[in-house]
């Protein structure tokens, strides 16, 4: 099957050569302004099919409150604020996105969700979270964030630098399918070039798994689910690991 997928790759790859020079040329990142009012209506969809694995994974932030002190959350790629709803009450989250454009939309996620304090939104990536200081925060989270930064392990190592000992870092993923024969993992190859552009750098062939594995955590609870979801993003992983 690889050499077969390798043709349909390229063959997609040059009926993407419009994206591809659009992306050279500097002009993609006019969509940029418009990625957040699609995320904005995905999401929606997503939060309902994902409702009750999110609602689990999240209501484990709780265990990493220091006593006697208010719970620092930071959020990498926080988007339209969708995870907002299922963070534990009287949380400080501090929210973090290399996109200014979706701050108009954290506003209004804010003002539903008052259940929680806000300390600021910075526009910074998951590889460069420099204006967060060492040790500080109590609980890292990315949501669907992992698939499409740049780098990986050096946004794990970040996550490592601003969690205090014995913080969690809070993670769902899609990923690559870990069934390489299937139908799945070769549609995911073929159209990566065309779903690289649609979301906004998105990725569907990264085994994310791998790096976390490698990230140097002292705790690594992770579990590969199949969500609800279309089948090329239905592969996922979720879990937590722990400083």
């Known amino acids: 099957m690889s050499a077969v997928m390798k043709i349909c790759t390229f063959v997609v790859n040059v009926l993407c050569t419009p994206l591809h020079v659009i992306y050279a040329l500097g002009l993609y990142e006019l969509?940029?302004?418009?990625?957040?009012?699609?995320?904005?209506?995905?999401t929606k969809n997503y939060n309902k099919r994902q409702h009750d694995t999110k609602k689990e994974l999240f209501s484990r932030i709780s265990q990493f409150k220091t006593p006697g002190k208010q719970l620092t959350l930071l959020e990498i790629g926080c988007g339209t604020?969708?995870?907002?709803?299922?963070?534990?009450?009287?949380?400080?989250?501090?929210?973090?996105?290399?996109?200014?454009?979706?701050?108009?939309?954290?506003?209004s996620a804010m003002a539903e969700n008052v259940h929680l304090s806000y300390e600021r939104f910075a526009v910074a990536s998951g590889?460069?979270?420099?204006?967060?200081?060492?040790?500080?925060?109590?609980?890292?989270?990315?949501?669907?964030?992992?698939?499409?930064?740049?780098?990986?392990?050096?946004?794990?190592?970040?996550?490592?630098?601003?969690?205090?000992?014995g913080g969690a870092f809070f993670f769902?993923?899609?990923?690559?399918s870990d069934k390489e024969s299937s139908w799945t993992y070769f549609c995911q190859h073929v159209l990566q070039p065309f779903w690289f552009y649609f979301?906004?750098?998105c990725e569907m062939t990264?085994?994310?798994?791998?790096?976390?594995?490698?990230?140097?955590?002292?705790?690594?609870?992770l579990e590969h689910i199949q969500a609800p979801l279309m089948f090329l993003i239905k592969p996922h992983i979720r879990g937590y690991a722990v400083k």
Not at 31 to 42: E, N, T
Not at 81 to 103: H, L, R, S
Not at 154 to 164: I, P, W, Y
Request: proline share 8%.
């Open 172 to 176: 769902l993923e899609h990923v690559v």
């Open 31 to 42: 969509y940029k302004r418009f990625f957040p009012i699609c995320l904005y209506r995905m």
């Open 199 to 201: 979301g906004d750098g």
């Open 206 to 221: 990264r085994a994310t798994w791998k790096p976390l594995q490698n990230a140097g955590f002292s705790e690594l609870n």
């Open 127 to 165: 590889e460069d979270l420099g204006l967060i200081e060492d040790e500080s925060v109590d609980v890292v989270v990315c949501s669907l964030v992992l698939c499409s930064v740049r780098d990986t392990p050096q946004t794990l190592r970040e996550a490592l630098r601003v969690l205090r000992p």
């Open 81 to 107: 604020g969708a995870n907002f709803q299922f963070f534990p009450p009287g949380c400080k989250v501090i929210c973090t996105d290399p996109n200014p454009f979706f701050e108009k939309y954290l506003a």
